[in-house]
């Protein structure tokens, strides 16, 4: 049985309650007179499942539930229990961590940990794992918060849906960083999570930094994916794109446009997304998806197309701008320490040299132009042209949010990718 008690709840009906839902487990995280809330925690890619699975032994056990948007991006359960309201909502475990940034974690930091205990190779993603869950950590973290981060990643780790793939590709940068000991002996090797090793710039935009014996460094920034697939090498969201142009009269224009166009249509006030009113916001534009999808589905794309559109204008303004965007957003190359593109597809590796080849065009440019993709409502490309030659910059922008947080509740803010060139 769960230890915690609900206030206010007979024990009996506590018992009854606990035997229902098991073997799922919560903790009682605020109490008031009328209300508890508990928390179920699930790794980040299970708890709708979880969610699911949950409401489905409520119903078996007759205990009448509503559902409710709020509470988080999966939302929450409600229920009357010995005439207590409960809520229930559902946390990823570790804090918040997202898959995303496990599945990244996972291709970063367990081959930093391998390498630096001299492990060259592993038969079986099984036999990696059990070795990282008990080696020492080899002075891949720059700082105590991320040496507190990473144990909790590597416990977490095997909760990932794509555990296998990434370690697989965990052993593929393995490899490279063994290739690239055999070219220029390592010193040691730096996990760049949150903190950076000194005197490395911040922004910088490398995943490990390598230290070789020589007093060189090296950054290497990692993609991981299909041998064919394109990996975003740019994400960043409009709101921070207009921010890096210093154009926040034009970002204010683009906020007030995307609302008169959208959202004062559907019937939303000014402040329609504020922390206050979100909540509310969003259960009336779910409400919209289930009585007319097509209409839901027209304004998003709709603003979609007003954001896009913005987004051209604001790149075409100043050829002069947009070179300085390139060079700072997206190169962000450090001259003290150099960064090299490293792909793992599978337990293999390869380099990519799309920012390379921008880097030696840019003094050749002549003009540019931004315009929208013929084939489809969400990319569009930037030309670096020059007098005999041309590169194409692919670009995206489109929702990234997770139900229900996304397409036409997650506004104007879309996210903005830079996904190689042609």
Do not use: C
């Amino acid at each position: 049985m769960n230890k915690n008690q609900i206030k206010g709840v007979k024990p009996s009906a506590q018992e009854a309650f606990d035997l229902a839902i098991s073997p799922i487990q919560y903790s009682v995280v605020k109490e008031t007179s009328v209300l508890s809330t508990l928390v179920v925690r699930a790794p980040s890619a299970d708890r709708q499942k979880v969610k699911l699975d949950l409401e489905t032994k409520l119903r078996r056990a007759r205990i009448n539930f509503t559902k409710s948007l709020q509470g988080g991006s999966v939302g929450s359960t409600e229920f009357k229990l010995d005439n207590k309201k409960i809520r229930i909502i559902y946390k990823p475990t570790s804090g918040g961590m997202s898959e995303t940034t496990l599945n990244s974690t996972i291709t970063e930091l367990v081959p930093a940990i391998a390498f630096m205990n001299g492990k060259k190779q592993f038969s079986t993603v099984d036999q990696l794992y059990d070795f990282i869950l008990n080696a020492k950590s080899g002075g891949v973290y720059v700082n105590p918060n991320d040496e507190k981060a990473g144990k909790t990643f590597i416990d977490q780790m095997p909760d990932s849906s794509k555990f296998k793939d990434k370690m697989q590709n965990a052993m593929a940068i393995l490899k490279y960083l063994w290739d690239l000991h055999k070219k220029m002996p390592i010193k040691q090797v730096y996990w760049g999570y949150r903190s950076k090793p000194n005197n490395i710039n911040p922004s910088h935009k490398g995943d490990l930094f390598v230290h070789f014996t020589n007093n060189k460094w090296l950054g290497v920034s990692l993609k991981a994916g299909g041998e064919k697939t394109k990996e975003p090498q740019l994400n960043t969201y409009v709101n921070k794109l207009y921010d890096d142009y210093g154009r926040s009269n034009d970002k204010l224009k683009l906020i007030q446009k995307v609302y008169n166009e959208i959202h004062k249509k559907l019937g939303f006030k000014p402040g329609w997304d504020s922390r206050e009113s979100k909540p509310s916001s969003i259960a009336k534009l779910e409400a919209l998806k289930k009585t007319d999808i097509k209409r839901y589905e027209d304004y998003y794309d709709m603003m979609l197309e007003i954001i896009r559109d913005d987004v051209i204008n604001t790149v075409n303004k100043s050829m002069k701008d947009t070179i300085e965007y390139i060079k700072k957003q997206i190169l962000k190359k450090d001259v003290n320490v150099p960064l090299v593109v490293v792909k793992a597809a599978g337990t293999s590796y390869s380099f990519v040299t799309d920012e390379d080849s921008i880097e030696t065009f840019i003094p050749q440019i002549s003009s540019i132009k931004a315009y929208k993709s013929g084939s489809s409502k969400q990319n569009w490309h930037i030309d670096l042209m020059s007098k005999n030659s041309k590169i194409t910059m692919n670009m995206s922008i489109r929702s990234n949010q997770p139900m229900p947080n996304n397409k036409l509740a997650q506004g104007f803010n879309l996210a903005v990718k830079f996904n190689g060139i042609s």
